[in-house]
Each structure stands twice: as structure tokens, then as C-alpha cells.
């Protein structure tokens, strides 16, 4: 079953700016194979943190980022 891959963005306040500024920028992966290991941007995310159950954080393997999974089985078409 294909799943998605969510790191959520990240903002900081700046005083010297007086606002909030954004750290690190949302990003999305689709998994369609589950048997492989999945190469992104903030690393490798192994098969065996790709089995957990929809809604847990994941981490990559190298640099131990925090990722969240979610089964796409009930999204709807239009969003995949």
C-alpha cells in the first residue's frame, strides 16, 4: 500500500526582524514500494521504519531527521 512522507516546517522568531521566519521548509515523499528503502532530501528512511503504523515519526538513517508516515489507503483520489 503506497504512503506518505511528511516533514513539517519549521519557524523561528527573529527579533532583530520582529517576525517569524521559516527554518526549514515542509516537504512531501510518496512511497509507492515499501520493500525498498527510500531516498530523500533529509536522507535514507529504512524498510523497517517504513512498517510502522500510520501516524508515527520516522527517522532517516544518516542524519536522524524526524519524518511523519501516513497510509494513503482512505485519502482521496484527488489528493495523491
Known sequence: MPKL?????????VPELNREVCI????QYFVGDET???NTRD??????EL???SGSK???E????????????NFPRQFL
Open 62 to 73: 544518516s542524519s536522524n531527521k524526524e519524518l511523519f508516515l501516513l497510509d494513503t489507503e
Open 5 to 13: 512522507l511528511i516533514r513539517k516546517e519549521k519557524k523561528e522568531f
Open 51 to 53: 512498517k510502522k503504523s
Open 43 to 48: 536522507g535514507i528512511v529504512a524498510v523497517s
Open 36 to 38: 525498498k528503502p527510500v
Open 24 to 27: 526549514v521548509k515542509a516537504r
Open 58 to 60: 520516522v527517522f532517516t
